[in-house]
């Protein structure tokens, strides 16, 4: 199964956790490091829509080149994990093409799914670039698209957590409750690379803490 992952030197600080959380066995990973068009690597910076486009582009680019049907998975480096991704891909895509982290109230996010290669998979990545300059990024372009009907997709359970699913934005609270059983965290919701790591930190202690009652 591959794995494909999108960063930009700024964000090199994530892959030691990303990868050391990472069950590897059966996973070949594809990790492309692309040029810094944002300096600062912070969300709708300057220069943060060209490094979306490129994902985009990297994401087409293997489906392209990935056989029919093929399962893969998608993440951004700002994600530890607790359990093997691999394991619930099958499952998540028993009844549709695309499975996508909830990011909140029901809003896919572009960071961590799982997809089966069809071509209405590359359709829909293929109409999100087309039609990126109508909307603010390309997590807006593509849950526009879903909306449509035209896609058959899900979004994965809370135990693909992300704080911005259950409380909005992260302003540094040290306690907050969580699923009882993790399989990934994504550290979004949060603005600031060293804010991202100080928040997968949290959620970290606070997963052991909950396993060792």
């Known amino acids: 199964m591959k794995l494909l992952t999108y960063l930009t030197p700024s964000h090199k600080v994530f892959l030691p956790q990303f990868l050391d959380t990472l069950d590897i066995s059966n996973l070949q990973i594809v990790m492309n490091v692309a040029d810094q068009h944002c300096e600062t690597g912070e969300f709708c910076q300057a220069g943060w829509e060209d490094t979306m486009k490129d994902r985009l582009r990297f994401i087409l680019d293997y489906l392209y080149k990935g056989d029919n049907d093929e399962i893969m998975m998608f993440c951004d480096v700002d ?111 949060v603005q600031g690379i060293d804010k991202k790591i100080e928040l997968l930190e949290v959620v970290r202690d606070l997963y052991n803490a909950k396993q060792c009652k």
């Open 79 to 189: 994600i530890q994990f607790f359990d093997s991704p691999q394991k619930y891909a099958e499952k998540a895509l028993a009844e549709c093409d695309i499975a996508f982290q909830n990011d909140y109230y029901g809003h896919a996010c572009a960071g961590f799914f799982y997809m089966r290669n069809t071509e209405d998979v590359r359709d829909l990545f293929e109409e999100a670039l087309d039609t990126y300059d109508q909307h603010a990024h390309d997590q807006e372009a593509i849950n526009h698209l879903l909306k449509t009907g035209k896609y058959r997709y899900a979004l994965l359970p809370p135990e693909f957590f992300t704080f911005g699913s259950f409380y909005n934005h992260w302003h540094g609270e040290k306690q907050f409750p969580i699923p009882d059983k993790i399989v990934m965290h994504h550290a979004n919701w």
